[in-house]
């Protein structure tokens, strides 16, 4: 099963408009990290927030974790025709083991 | 510019046939994983390595096997590839946990679509 589910699956903005998309995650975790995969690519690292941290903030990003509700967010403000890509987040279940699982991700469509 | 380099990013194979999928890093990295995307279904970790000669299974292992006799090189085989093996592998790489900062963040290729007839 997935560790971690991203809500909604798809969303539709226009330029300007923030998007906020949601992870939630089923066991204790040291980090959480949100990637972007543009169509038919790679995944690529946006952001990190550690288990004792409860928001970070980069650039246009804001991520958002709550460890009691085991979720966390993914703000993108004032969004671009670049931001439309595909969304996940990923957890580390504990030190050391080097596995990291992924979500389902969120497709983010900004239109122009 | 660090990276990950998938030696293809489109193949076509048959039914049975054995297949090699490369993964090269520059960037000194021990841990090295093969995850397949599928639509609907994410990621899925297929195996990872943490050092030279070191493999663990992940969580879809069955009809994988992989190498890794030097730090910089991950492969990935299919020893006899099936129609439910069409799909996208990506390959990725991180430091150790520890060893330095941005330990955790994963460093991707640009992925290999595979498709088995």
């Known amino acids: 099963s997935q560790q971690g589910e991203e809500d909604p699956q798809a969303l539709s903005i226009q330029e300007g408009e923030n998007a906020t998309m949601n992870c939630s995650y089923k066991t204790s975790i040291n980090n959480l990290q949100w990637y972007r995969q543009n169509s038919g690519r790679g995944l690529v690292h946006l952001i990190l927030i550690r288990s004792n941290e409860r928001e970070k903030h980069s650039g246009r990003l804001r991520v958002t974790l709550d460890t009691s509700k085991k979720s966390s967010s993914l703000l993108i403000t004032a969004s671009r025709a670049a931001d439309t890509a595909s969304y996940f987040c990923a957890t580390d279940l504990k030190e050391g083991t080097y596995k990291y699982i992924f979500g389902t991700g969120t497709r983010l469509k900004v239109l122009a | 510019d660090v990276k990950v380099t998938q030696s293809s990013r489109y193949l076509v194979k048959r039914t049975g046939e054995k297949v090699f999928l490369e993964c090269v890093q520059d960037?000194?990295?021990?841990?090295m994983f093969w995850y397949r995307q599928d639509p609907g279904l994410g990621l899925r970790l297929i195996y990872f390595s943490y050092d030279v000669k070191m493999k663990e299974k992940g969580d879809i292992p069955e009809g994988y096997s992989v190498s890794r006799e030097k730090k910089e090189r991950f492969s990935l085989i299919l020893e006899s590839a099936s129609t439910n093996q069409t799909s996208m592998y990506l390959c990725?790489?991180?430091?150790?946990?520890?060893?330095?900062?941005?330990?955790?963040?994963?460093?991707f290729g640009a992925g290999s679509r595979l498709t088995v007839l």
């Open positions: 960037m000194d990295h021990e841990n």
């Open positions: 990725a790489s991180s430091p150790r946990q520890g060893t330095r900062s941005g330990a955790n963040v994963l460093t």
